[in-house]
């Protein structure tokens, strides 16, 4: 997919993935580019993994960092998932950015590749206060969003917490999708983001009958981020907006 050369990741990178709608597929996928060129590299989360959605061969839970870097000393090839604990057998939770922070100083080069929140596979979400989890050590930070949203009823069906919005009879339109983003960048990006993160929206899901939604979708967000992708992860494409 050349994620790599489209995200322009270098081997100290801190990616932080937020939204909906393929967080954790494009996580694995710039893993799988990080090993195909031996990058060494960590994928994480400062929110919460659902245990369902990877490989337990790939799985590194140790309450203590320090037993996180010996194990990663011993196998740095693998596409190590690290984090502290599991949480009811269901989850995986991550460690602190402080901890992340000191991985950092000891596998040198490092790229870690976090995952800000979950949406329960759902296409996109609204936000609670506490929401997003992005270290300030982000460099770069990757809102996703799955473009079958454009144009569909905001309920729970397609939308996590939807209820957040206050309003289950709009639609979600190009004004609304403007001013969510908006929204989301002011109150969210503006107040963690180190102001030197690049910040890239990547709309996913562009196939087939979705193409248009994500054209229209990619169009509004050049305007709002630092550059703008549409592309499809099941597809295995992707390409900077127009």
């Known amino acids: 997919m050349e994620l790599i050369g489209n995200l322009n990741i270098t081997e100290n990178d801190v990616i932080t993935i937020t939204g909906g709608g393929g967080k954790t597929s ?9 090993a195909a060129r031996e990058v060494h590299h960590v994928m994480t989360t400062t929110a919460k993994i659902c245990i369902a959605d990877v490989p337990e061969q790939q799985c590194l839970i ?4 320090a037993e996180v870097i010996e194990a990663i000393a011993k196998d740095p090839k693998r596409e190590w ?9 269901q989850k995986i939770s991550g460690f602190s950015e402080t901890e992340l922070i000191t991985l950092k100083e000891v596998i040198v080069p490092l790229v870690i590749i976090n995952e800000g929140d979950g949406s329960k596979r ?3 979400k609204f936000y609670n206060d506490y929401e997003p989890s992005i270290p300030k050590i982000t460099t770069k930070l990757i809102h996703v969003m799955g473009a079958e949203i454009l ?3 905001i309920d729970e069906a397609t ?8 309003n289950d009879q709009i639609i979600f339109d190009e004004d609304v999708l403007q001013q969510t983003l908006d ?3 002011h109150n969210k990006l503006n107040n963690t983001l180190d102001k030197n993160a690049t910040r ?3 709309i996913n899901k562009a196939d087939g009958e979705n193409l248009k939604n994500a054209q229209i979708m990619a169009k509004i967000g050049a305007s709002l981020f630092d550059y703008c992708l549409l592309g499809s992860l099941k597809e295995g494409w992707i390409e900077q907006a127009k």
């Open 159 to 166: 939308f996590h917490r939807s209820e957040l919005f206050g």
């Open 26 to 34: 494009l996580m694995f996928e710039i893993s799988k580019e990080l």
């Open 183 to 185: 929204n989301f960048i």
């Open 122 to 124: 759902k296409p996109y």
């Open 81 to 89: 998932i690290i984090g502290k604990e599991r949480v009811n057998g």
């Open 151 to 153: 144009f569909k009823k």
């Open 62 to 65: 140790r309450e203590k960092l």
């Open 200 to 202: 890239i929206l990547f």
